[in-house]
Nanobody
Framework: EVQLVESGGGLVQAGGSLRLSCAAS????????IGWFRQAPGKEREGVSC????????YYPDSVKGRFTISSDNAKNTVYLQMNNLKPEDTAVYYC???????WGQGTQVTVSA
């Protein structure tokens, strides 16, 4: 059984930082591209970063580029999302996932106050 467990969310003031973690089990981590996604109330889920665990290549949309950094520790089967200079519009539930196989975590709430 595949499990993805996120942690590290919380309440932070604008300009602050948070580091999210996603611990994976039940899959061979270095064979998948895994990403972070977020969903704000009333909005669709959107991707905010992705990393290929085989070669470490990454992707970020313009909305978070330069502020968010994704990384992975294959030995720990864990993916991280370092979020700096957070803005109120970053407020959402953040999920890690492997969309190709419909693997998703339960999400962790990130709230950024103005």
């Amino acid at each position: 059984e595949v499990q993805l467990v996120e942690s590290g969310g919380g309440l932070v003031q604008a300009g602050g930082s948070l580091r999210l973690s996603c611990a994976a089990s039940g899959l061979t981590f270095d064979r998948y591209a895994i990403g972070w996604f977020r969903q704000a109330p009333g909005k669709e889920r959107e991707g905010v970063s992705c990393i290929s665990s085989s070669d470490g290549s990454t992707y970020y949309p313009d909305s978070v580029k330069g502020r968010f950094t994704i990384s992975s520790d294959n030995a720990k089967n864990t993916v991280y999302l370092q979020m700096n200079n957070l803005k109120p519009e970053d407020t959402a539930v953040y999920y890690c996932g492997v969309p190709l196989y419909n693997y998703w975590g339960q999400g962790t709430q990130v709230t950024v106050s103005a």
